[in-house]
């Protein structure tokens, strides 16, 4: 119904700033929220941030605000995830995922996932 498909992602250094991008096809109408998560090996996916299609301020997780940002450009259906500052500990493949309710910052909230996209911050 939704596919997600995100790009933007490779290997940096610390410091240095990246832009993933989130573009979204099909029934995208019957989305109403968007998110972006990460997962490091042999970790727990994270939520990271989330913004809504009609307005609204976006939520972020604690250790990202100052560096992160989550945008959308609605005409284009796409999402974005821009990081400055990057750390290693940002290094996961980071996902885009669609809700067709309220936004959340859990898993559950979510109904569509994107196949995710490497992130790789070297020291």
């Known amino acids: 119904q939704v596919q997600l498909v995100e790009s933007g992602g490779g290997l940096v250094q610390a410091g240095d700033s990246l832009r993933l991008s989130c573009a979204a096809s099909g029934r995208t109408l019957s989305t109403s929220a968007m998110a972006w998560f990460r997962q490091a090996p042999g970790k727990e996916r994270e939520f990271v941030a989330a913004i809504s299609w009609s307005g609204g301020r976006p939520t972020y997780k604690d250790s990202v605000k100052g560096r992160i940002t989550i945008s959308r450009d609605a005409a284009k259906n796409t999402v974005y995830l821009q990081m400055n500052s990057l750390k290693p500990e940002d290094t996961a493949v980071y996902y885009c995922?669609?809700?067709?309710?309220?936004?959340?910052?859990?898993?559950?909230?979510?109904?569509?996932w994107g196949q995710g996209t490497q992130v790789t911050v070297s020291s």
């Open positions: 995922a669609a809700s067709i309710g309220l936004m959340t910052q859990t898993r559950a909230g979510y109904r569509y």
